[in-house]
């Protein structure tokens, strides 16, 4: 998010995260500082493969609580990171997607977020096949999303009652009126419900 009135807005849904996007390629970037008004949330940069001194820039110039990297970020910049702001790894996931991967990565995040793989290094606006985290070989919680809407609720459900490490669910495009503008009270509709279960 970046549009200071849309974020007093998001103040009153009072989700745990905000995320907001520093990746040059997306109708989302976010340039300009927004100040903080008394949010309820975190504040979330998202990065793809930015160099490490930007991010650290972007950290205390925009008052970000966490980091989420979206590229092909080395275990070792996540470490180096991770010692600054607690990290969210993402991962791009297909049929193809071996978890193996993770393991290096083990010792230098805090979460992991799987989205869906797609010609972009998220946005893609598409869901993935859940029952792929079966495979899950982490007990370190988790981020979910690509294009997860309101009609998700069932499917969120069945991901709870697994008794996978699923941390919070990752929205965006489907709750926008507009690249950057979150329909409100969507959003809240979708909070209660995903509360209730």
């Known amino acids: 998010m970046r549009e200071p009135q849309n974020i007093r807005g998001l103040c009153q849904v009072a989700p745990d995260y905000m995320g907001m996007i520093f990746w040059p390629g997306s109708s989302r970037y976010l340039i300009e500082p927004v100040a903080r008004q008394n949010e309820p949330f975190q504040r979330v940069g998202v990065f793809v493969d ?40 993402a991962f791009a996931v297909d049929p193809t997607f071996d978890f193996e991967q993770l393991h290096a990565f083990e010792n230098v995040c805090d979460y992991y977020l799987f989205d869906t793989k797609g010609p972009l290094p ?14 899950y070989p982490s007990a370190k919680p988790f981020f979910i999303s690509g294009g997860i809407g309101p009609e998700a609720i069932d499917a969120i459900r069945t991901l709870i009652k697994s008794g996978l490490p699923l941390h919070a669910i990752d929205v965006n495009s489907k709750f926008e009126t507009e690249p950057a503008v979150k329909n409100l009270k969507l959003l809240q509709s979708f909070k209660t419900a995903c509360d209730a279960i």
């Open 50 to 89: 930015a160099p490490v001194d930007e991010i650290i820039a972007a950290i205390e110039k925009h008052q970000l609580d966490l980091l989420q990297l979206h590229g092909a970020e080395t275990p070792t910049i996540c470490g180096t990171l991770n010692a600054i702001r607690p990290v969210i790894k």
């Open 122 to 135: 998220g946005g893609n606006g598409q869901g993935f096949d859940w029952t792929l985290l079966q495979d």
